[in-house]
Every structure is written in C-alpha cells, then in structure tokens.
C-alpha cells in the first residue's frame, strides 16, 4: 500500500530578522543580519553581550492582552505564529475536523523568563507571593497547549525537547503521524525565548557564545568561517502547516513544497560535543535519504545546521561527506544562522521554513561573514549570497546536545 503523502500548505515566522515571514524571507534573500546588542536586560557584565532578539513584538496584536501576560514570551510566539499559520494556509479549525488537526512543537527550554521572574520573587518575598500562573507558564508544552486553546486544534498535542534538534524532530514526528494516519493537518515546527540573564549566562560558562564580535554584532555568526569562535543565541518561532495531500487538495490549499523523509539518530559520546567522525549526523542524513526513498546524489541543496561553533562546522562537513560521498562536494550549503543567530529549539522550525521556500522561491539564501576560508570546512557554502537555481529535493539538518541528530528532505512542489 502506498503511504500518505505529506505536504506543506502553511508557513509563518517571527525572527530577529521580522516579526513576519515574508519580511523575514526577503531579508535573509538579501543577507542582512538580525544580530545585535542585548537589550531585553542589562548584559554588560557578560562576555557575550550580542544575541539575534525578536523586535518590537506585540502579542496583544495576536492575544488578548490579559492572557497574553499568563503566558510566557515563547508561548506567545507560539500563539502568535499559530494564527498567522493558519491564516497563509486559509485552514479553519472547525468542529467537524477540529480532531484531525494535531500541534507538535519543538521546544528546548521553555519559560526562562517565567522562571528567573519568580524565582527572583520568591528570594524577594517568600513562597507566599509565588502566582498560581507559574508553573503552567514555564512548562513546555504550554506552546502546543495554548495553540490548541486558541485554535480548537484538538488532535494529539505534543512537545519534542531535543535541545536544538527540537524543531526536526517535531516536524518529523508531525509527518510520521499523518503518514500513520494520526492526524490530517498538524501545526508544527520550533518556538524559543531564552535571551534571558540565565539562559545566556549559561550557554556563556559552556563557552560556546561568540565573545569576540560584541562591538560588531553582525559579524559574530559566521558558521564555516576560520574565524567563528561560537554561535550567537537568538530567539523567535518557525511553524508549517503539514497535511495530507488528499485533504489539501480537496479543499484546494496552496502547497510549498513535499515532505519526502525524516531520518534521526544518536551519537551515544558525549553531553554536549558531536562525535568528531560525523558518524552519528551521518547516520540522521542516511535514515532520511532511505526514508525518502533517495539516492544520495538526488538532492541539491542543504540548509545546514551550521551553528558557527568550531567543533560543530567541522563536524558536519565530514558528516555531509560521509553521507553524500563525492556528491557532496556538488551541494548547496546554507547556513542561515549567520542571519538569524541561533533560536535553539525553533531553529529547525524556521529553517524548515527557509528550506521549503528556498524550494518553492527556487532562491537558495547564501551565507554571510565567510571571510576567511577553513580547511575542514570546504563544501560549498554559497558564499557568494543567494543564488536563484530550481532545485528538487532539499535536505535540513539539526543537531543537539546530548548527540541527538535530525534530518528532513523536502520536495519542490510542481503540482
């Protein structure tokens, strides 16, 4: 029996690039940088003082404003990128298919802010003054939870925490469940907010921030570059509506783009660096080339996960070779992280978004601040900015603490 096929009939997101995916998109076409100086608190007693924050958002535009101030900030990302989900992809939620419509999220930390806020007011003023909205607040699966308050999406409400693999994996689970039959259309993707004084104080003792660059912030994210020296942190929402074929189709939805496969795998090494063979992204890369049904030399074009880390860009160009052999040297390589900053667990999400409409825009975005060449990392990285090109298929990679590995393909639409 042939299987369900799964098609993408939504996108939306909200970056440091743009509250909005199309002024996100035509940004990152241009190659313009949403990083810079923190200022969602007073950062200069810290060594990384750069993140790529959402600006100017407005959840009251989205949510009504007294349940807006019961959710933290990745949860109103979440609603917010909800409801512009569902307004690109035209798909009401209505009684008679509000079970066929499941929210699989990634999410890597959730509510920092909640928790650093209260937990300040508890040292301040005793466990008496703690509200009763905190707990619900931080938790993680409050993205999904409150989207499906929201919408009345009452199809299975999940959320995948992977650390920066989030986002993959949750649109990969989100495919699996309507290949399964689970789900008709699933709201899916990644959702972040951890520039906080914690969040960044953290990532900055594990030193893997970018320190070098605090005074020219759109210089510090410069994934395969020999100069990177860390990622920088960001935050936002990347969100697709995936569907069944058949179900879009009848009701005559728009399509970006196919989901083709979905490969995951684990290194078994280390708690937060890659196993220096490539082995276990390999592995990712390889499941979802098979779950595709692929060859290697098929695919064209890789939205890498590219963190601008040293060990991390090393690590995945072997892990491309050891995957794709010698066509590997033929693919085309962004790392949209050099824009973007790094959004953890939305980061899959969004560059699911970036990987679908690079396919369906037939412009693949290029990669900023490659100045200096690095001899581990000599794939091709685009460089040079966008190139305009029709590509069929198309790979996104995600990669995350503990060795957990995703990888999706996606494939141009042509009806």
């Known amino acids: 029996m042939n299987r369900p096929r799964v098609v993408i009939t939504g996108v939306s997101g909200i970056t440091p690039l743009a509250n909005d995916i199309n002024t996100t998109w035509k940004r990152l076409l241009a190659g313009e940088s949403g990083i810079g100086p923190i200022t969602l608190f007073d950062a200069s007693d810290y060594t990384s003082r750069i993140a790529g924050e959402v600006k100017d958002f407005a959840p009251e535009t989205w949510i009504p404003a007294k349940q807006a101030r019961r959710m933290d900030r990745f949860t109103q990302f979440a609603v917010a990128a909800a409801r512009m989900l569902l307004e690109d992809a035209g798909l009401e939620i209505t009684p008679a298919n509000a079970e066929d419509v499941a929210v699989i999220l990634g999410i890597g930390l959730g509510g920092l802010h909640t928790l650093e806020t209260w937990h300040t007011k508890l040292l301040e ?26 919408t009345g999406a009452k199809g299975p409400n999940i959320v995948t925490t992977t650390a920066c693999a989030s986002g993959i994996h949750a649109v990969g689970t989100a495919y699996s469940e309507i290949v399964l039959g689970r789900a008709t259309s699933v709201i899916t993707g990644g959702v972040e907010a951890t520039v906080t004084p914690l969040g960044v104080a953290g990532f900055t003792a594990l030193k893997a921030l970018s320190t070098h ?17 860390g990622f920088v942190i960001g935050e936002g929402a990347g ?12 009701r005559g939805a728009k399509i970006y783009a196919e989901v083709a496969g979905y490969g995951a795998s684990g290194d078994a090494h280390h708690m937060t660096a890659p196993h ?17 049904g692929l060859q290697p030399g098929a695919v064209d074009y890789i939205n890498a996960h590219g963190t601008s880390t040293q060990l991390n860009d090393s690590t995945e160009t072997r892990a491309m070779k050891l995957a794709f052999g010698d066509h590997a040297k ?30 369906h825009e037939e412009a693949l975005p290029g990669t900023i601040n490659q100045e200096t060449p690095d001899p581990a990392c000599d794939l091709d990285y685009l460089a040079g900015g966008t190139e305009h090109v029709a590509c069929e298929y198309g790979m996104c990679n995600s990669f995350g603490f503990g060795g957990t590995n995703a990888s999706v393909i996606f494939k141009k639409w042509v009806g």
């Open 125 to 150: 003023s005793g466990p008496n003054k703690i509200s009763p909205f905190m707990i619900p607040m931080l938790i993680s699966n409050m993205g999904p939870g409150q989207i499906s308050i929201f």
């Open 213 to 229: 660059f605090n005074d020219d912030p759109a210089r510090a994210s410069r994934p395969f570059d020999a100069g990177r020296d």
């Open 239 to 250: 969100l697709l509506l995936l569907e069944e074929l058949e179900s879009a189709r009848r």
């Open 276 to 292: 220096e063979t490539g082995e276990g992204m390999a592995a990712a890369m390889r499941r979802a080339l098979r779950d595709a």
């Open 330 to 359: 033929k693919l085309k390589i962004s790392a949209t992280k050099s824009m973007t900053g790094h959004l953890l667990g939305a980061a899959g999400g969004i560059e699911s978004v970036f990987t679908a409409l690079a396919l």
